[in-house]
């Protein structure tokens, strides 16, 4: 095939992505926020790596590489407890990457930039591994020979730009790229349609492999089960480093958490998204078989080009190209922008920040897009078929699974600290770098042989601790993964959970200038609008989560120290994150404690009416009935003197005399009627500076001449005390008890006025027969007499003196005592009394 | 909901890994095909099957 035409078709295929994107940016951007483009948006998972790659490993090592694909399925089953929880936290903190939640997590600390620095450097092999897939691709359709020079490099650029175009328009990287996620999904449907179409097609015409494949004895093992204890790790061990790669990998969290418009597009991706690896898995075996059937002399990692091309057509075998050509690009767009973020935000802007340059990052950032691209393409120049070349995808990924400890932990476990993850992390990379990379370097020649021997027996790199028959990947991961863990569960463990910083709070105006300056004027005029309302504290946190998403949390931490001040009662982010899960079931019980408390209080409340309404009824007929009984004779006497005008004077002064102490009854009822009902209407208090003193004499001067009429001695013990009350009021009270006092004594009345602590307590007392037993729960009841009386002076007391703010009650001891206090000074106004 | 998806990831976990090399894969070849992709992939199939029942609907 001709290489210029080779050539043509890629440059074809690069410029209809830009046109993809365009249009995914203008009127296809529904499509490219809809679930289906989320869903097959994922599958960036599925690189070059996936497409030539596992047909090269199922040829040789069997089944193993089923495993890659069977992590992330079981990953994205669990999304209810970790992307959808992740999407939750980046929405409300703007995240754009794990090293920014593991900032959020465990506070300003060398972990973020450690682990966003560690991930370029595990990562660029694996982009290399993509740039070497197309050239390797081009140069064998081209017929081995690569007259327009290196294929990559251009390929490389243009991808770089189209990553810079369609990613990095804007500083804040937490925004949607619409163009970039319709583009990815669009190439994982080329990568899908060409390798079924291939797989379809040799089929077709070879037919199938399988029963040759259980004849031949080179091929049987291939179809069999991973043989004893070491396969079965190493099976477990693809299974579950697979999945954590799918959890942890820079492109996978940008396109599965940052580019997510919807959490329920999870729902249709945790289904869809597995059902397209497993399409895409469908003919790997049977073009794995034929290959080494037919073409045994062949790289077994071009057998998806070399089948087409040798027993279909060349057409076919452009189409498997471009297929080749769509995984590695869509990877390498998305890993290379990841990355690049990952180094503005953690490693650059700091250093920005401090030499006051931080308006510049936007080119930074778009310039570590070129960088990492130019550094992939090195290293794939220098490692050419090197070892460190060819496995650097599993080792990539074991980097990459290094995440794993202190961002799991720090999602599901509050006693994870700062310390435990930092040595956790940091003794798995230093595990990885001795198990892993550094034998690869060896193997590659880079590093003397003798490397792999290790220095002692028990420190053998491929053979910690003198294990043998691992190979190297499982070792590497099972040893860097235990020894990472255990380290960031011990140290945890053994550390204090160290000070928990103290919230910051600030004014509005002060934070909308900083994200002005710093985010430019729109962005400063969208805060204004979304931190109307909140509190100091939340709008600082509001600003932080956006200065954070652009420039990266410890640039935005330490640009927020000017404009802000410590709130220690303001609760800080880290704080929030430790408490959200506590928090969560704690609200949704005492929303349930409320409700059932406002439940027993309506009802409560609406006995309480009840009782009130019969009350109310019970006082009318009362009432009624009391006017009724002295109406009546008075009625009975009028007519008794109107019928008997020649009545004796003796008889009609009796009569006469009846009729007027009955009215005067009646009079006196209906006083007391009135008064209740002023209480009723709610009068207001007249406080005014009294003498309780004086007052208490005047009522005794007042109550007087009854006593003298009764042969009643009033005695008196007064103490001078002064209390802001009403003075008509208490007037009224005193005159109500020395009434009822008067009432029933013999021979003696008695009032005491003291001053009690801040109240004032009245005391009256008479030598009767005293409240008898039965009586004294009814006392202060309204119409409750026992002597004749109206029944309205005590139950008239008690409201006026809780009215007052006082207390009235019934003392115990000979006779009867009524004692009631006043507070010095009323509070505040309850004229309608206690009830 | 999230009960049931924990014992999805648990099914899938089971069928995934359990120790194929223990289970009589290399015996009968049913219609011509290798017994081990045929399990794994049928049961790749059942799971995602049931995760299409499970998160349908919202």
């Known amino acids: 095939m001709s290489a210029l035409g080779v050539l043509l078709i890629l440059f074809l295929y690069l410029a209809s992505l830009f046109l993809v994107a365009l249009w995914g940016e203008g009127r296809g951007r529904a499509l490219a926020q809809s679930a289906h483009a989320y869903a097959f948006s994922l599958a960036v998972y599925a690189t070059a790596w996936t497409f030539f790659g596992s047909v090269g490993r199922a040829a040789t090592e069997g089944m193993g590489f089923l495993a890659i694909y069977l992590g992330p399925t079981l990953i994205l089953l669990l999304w209810p407890f970790l992307h959808g929880r992740l999407l939750q936290l980046a929405r409300t903190h703007r995240l754009t990457s794990w090293a920014d939640f593991l900032f959020l997590r465990y506070g300003p600390s060398p972990l973020a930039p450690l682990v966003a620095g560690f991930l370029v450097v595990g990562l660029l092999p694996y982009l290399a591994l993509q740039l070497k897939a197309i050239a390797q691709g081009f140069l064998y359709l081209s017929g081995g020979k690569a007259p327009i020079g290196d294929v990559a490099l251009p390929t490389a650029f243009l991808l770089a730009l189209f990553a810079i175009l369609f990613g990095t328009r804007h500083l804040d990287p937490s925004e949607k790229h619409p163009g970039l996620v319709l583009a990815v999904a669009f190439e994982s449907w080329v990568k899908l349609l060409a390798f079924l179409l291939v797989g379809g097609v040799v089929l077709w015409q070879l037919g199938n492999p399988f029963p040759q494949a259980q004849e031949d004895p080179r091929l049987r093992p291939l179809l069999l089960p991973p043989e004893g204890l070491s396969g079965h790790l190493a099976w477990v061990s693809l299974v579950l480093l697979s999945g954590l790669a799918f959890l942890f990998l820079p492109r996978q969290f940008h396109v599965s958490v940052v580019e997510n418009a919807n959490p329920h597009h999870l729902r249709l991706a945790a289904w869809l998204f597995p059902l397209y690896l497993l399409f895409i898995n469908l003919p790997v075996a049977p073009l794995a078989l034929w290959g080494r059937l037919l073409l045994p002399q062949e790289n077994p990692d071009l057998y998806v080009l070399a089948l087409p091309l040798g027993f279909a057509s060349p057409g076919l075998a452009l189409l498997a190209f471009l297929g080749g050509v769509s995984a590695a690009t869509a990877m390498v767009i998305v890993e290379s922008l990841a990355l690049s973020i990952l180094i503005s935000n953690h490693l650059l802007s700091p250093l920005l920040l401090r030499r006051k340059a931080l308006g510049s990052l936007l080119v930074w950032r778009r310039i570590s897009i070129l960088l990492v691209m130019l550094l992939a393409y090195l290293y794939f120049r220098l490692a050419g078929e090197a070892y460190a070349l060819v496995a650097m995808g599993l080792i990539s990924f074991v980097a990459v699974a290094q995440l794993t400890p202190p961002s799991l932990l720090g999602l599901f476990w509050k006693g994870a600290t700062p310390q435990g993850a930092l040595v956790g992390f940091l003794g798995g990379i230093l595990v990885w770098a001795y198990t892993l990379f550094l034998p690869a370097l060896a193997r590659s020649g880079w590093l003397p042989h003798g490397f792999l021997e290790g220095p002692h027996p028990l420190l053998r790199p491929e053979g910690l601790l003198g294990i043998q028959g691992l190979d190297p990947v499982t070792h590497g991961f099972l040893a860097s993964l235990g020894v990472n863990l255990a380290l960031a569960v011990g140290v945890s463990l053994f550390t204090q959970k160290g000070h928990i910083p103290v919230g910051r709070t600030g004014e509005l105006a002060e934070l909308a200038g900083l994200v002005e300056r710093v985010l430019g004027p729109e962005v400063g005029k969208a805060f204004r609008e979304e931190a109307l309302g909140l509190t100091g504290s939340q709008a600082v946190a509001l600003a932080e989560s956006w200065l954070s998403a652009s420039l990266g949390p410890a640039t935005a931490r330490l640009l927020l120290l000017s404009a802000t001040r410590e709130a220690p009662d303001a609760s800080s982010p880290f704080e929030a994150l430790l408490e959200e899960a506590a928090r969560e079931s704690r609200e949704v019980r005492a929303y349930a404690r409320a409700l059932e408390e406002a439940k027993r209080e309506l009802s409560e409340a609406y006995e309480r009416l009840k009782a009130l309404d019969q009350a109310k009824d019970e006082i009318l007929a009362a009432v009624s009935h009391e006017l009724k009984t002295p109406l009546t004779a008075v009625r009975a006497l009028a007519e008794i003197l109107e019928a008997n005008p020649d009545l004796e004077e003796g008889e009609r002064h009796r009569f006469t005399a009846l009729l007027a102490k009955e009215a005067a009854r009646l009079s006196r009822l209906v006083e007391g009627i009135l008064a209740y009902t002023r209480l009723h209407a709610g009068m207001p208090l007249t406080l005014t500076p009294t003498d309780l003193k004086a007052l208490a004499q005047e009522a005794l001067a007042l109550v007087e001449p009854l006593a003298r009429e009764k042969g009643i001695t009033m005695e008196s013990q007064l103490a001078g005390v002064q209390a802001l009350t009403d003075r008509d009021r208490v007037l009224q009270v005193l005159l109500n008890l020395l009434h009822n006092a008067l009432r029933h004594a013999r021979s003696r009345v008695r009032l005491e006025l003291n001053p009690r602590g801040p109240e004032a307590l009245f005391r009256i007392r008479d030598d009767g027969p005293g409240v008898p037993q039965e009586a004294k729960a009814l006392v202060f009841e309204p119409f409750q007499s026992f002597s004749g009386s109206t029944g309205l002076g005590l139950f008239l007391a008690r409201r006026l003196v809780e009215g007052l703010g006082g207390r009235i009650w019934l003392e115990e001891g000979e006779g009867a005592s009524f004692a009631f206090t006043l507070p010095l000074e009323v509070a505040h106004e309850n004229p309608g009394g206690g009830r | ?58």
């Open chain 2, 1 to 58: 909901m999230k009960e049931r998806a924990l014992a999805l990831f648990l099914l899938a976990l089971a069928l995934f890994t359990p120790p194929l090399g223990l289970f009589p894969f290399g015996e009968r070849w049913p219609w011509g095909l290798p017994p081990l992709y045929l399990y794994l992939f049928l049961a790749w199939g059942l799971v995602i099957l049931l995760a299409y029942f499970l998160y349908r609907k919202p």
